[in-house]
């Protein structure tokens, strides 16, 4: 072998060392990670208008308050949120007056369910809350409804002051301002399990009265038996008292009252002041047994010299009468 090929020889050798180290690291290597590759998103437009972002006026309050406390256009603020809670209450107005059943802190929204209820707030002008017992009987069976309208009828049974028994209309579509825990403010949601029960077992009914005729009422529930009528909401026929004799009060004005003063007896604070008696409440035998006179001839014979005679219907009783 020449020198050349000894050189040649050992220079392929080492090549084929160099391969094969190469072959091995490149089976045991770990296999390539892929690349990752973030991607920026650049916005280079320049907005052309405002944002608008819609709010909704909310009141709050300026300070703490109190449990109790009524509220003033001082106590009050209204701000614009974003959001519009619950029951909230967009202007000041409709809530100053108002008391606070629960206290608010400084900058809290005033919630209706904050407001102290009721049944007074749903009393006109001139009429009373008065409460009556009631059982299934008077009651219609229980199936009265707060808000619904009754016509009150009594009955007076002949004892005492009472000439003779008599029933009659005594107040026309008086409104139900609460039957049993039923009211037209809506049960607490503590008593809204109970509620059917409860309405079954009813023992005290609450109706919108005039002033002026609280004492009819009462005069009529202490003495008599008061029956409840339900009556259509589309029904709205009424008495017209006008055509009858008024009451004569318990109390009349003192002598001496000018024109205005007068007048002024027929308020209805004054009416309820002057009282009423049951003699007066009750229809008297002068009152119920006002002759009803038939201009008719009597088919009767009669001895009288007069020719001329009438038929007189008292309390039912017919009689001849001569005039």
Do not use: C
């Not at 603020?77 to 100053?96: G, L, T």
Request: no cysteine; aromatic share 4%.
């Amino acid at each position: 072998m020449t020198r050349f090929m000894k050189v040649a020889a050992i220079v392929l050798s080492v090549l084929a060392l160099i391969l094969i180290f190469l072959a091995m690291k490149l089976i045991f290597a770990p296999a390539p990670q892929p690349e990752r590759i973030v991607v920026r998103e650049v916005n280079t437009e320049e907005p052309t208008e405002a944002v608008v972002v819609e709010t909704y006026p909310v009141v709050v309050a300026l300070r703490d308050l109190a449990a109790g406390e009524q509220l003033s256009t001082t106590d009050l603020e209204v701000v614009h949120w974003p959001v519009q809670p619950q029951h909230s209450v967009e202007e000041a107005a409709e809530i100053v007056g108002q008391f606070l059943r629960f206290g608010v802190a400084a900058g809290e929204p005033l919630l209706t369910p904050n407001f102290k209820r009721g049944l007074a707030e749903h009393l006109a002008e001139s009429e009373r809350a008065v409460t009556i017992a009631v059982d299934e009987q008077i009651g219609a069976a229980h199936r009265i409804q707060a808000g619904d309208h009754v016509d009150v009828f009594f009955t007076l049974t002949k004892a005492g002051e009472v000439e003779h028994t008599q029933s009659r209309l005594l107040l026309a579509a008086a409104r139900v301002l609460a039957y049993g825990n039923d009211t037209v403010d809506g049960p607490d949601k503590v008593e809204a399990t109970g509620r059917a029960q409860s309405d079954s077992n009813a023992r005290h009914a609450m109706l919108a009265v005039p002033l002026e005729r609280v004492n009819e009422l009462l005069m009529a529930s202490r003495s008599g038996r008061l029956q409840l009528v339900l009556r259509s909401a589309a029904d709205v026929a009424m008495p017209e008292p006008e055509l009858f004799d008024a009451y004569t009060p318990l109390r009349g004005g003192r002598a001496g009252l000018n024109a205005i003063e007068r007048a002024q007896l027929q308020s209805p604070e004054n009416q309820a002041y002057a009282g009423l008696s049951l003699e007066a409440v009750a229809i008297t035998d002068s009152e119920a047994n006002t002759p009803s006179v038939v201009a008719q001839p009597s088919s009767t014979p009669t001895r009288s010299n007069s020719a001329n005679r009438v038929q007189v219907i008292r309390s039912g009783k017919v009689s001849d009468e001569a005039y």
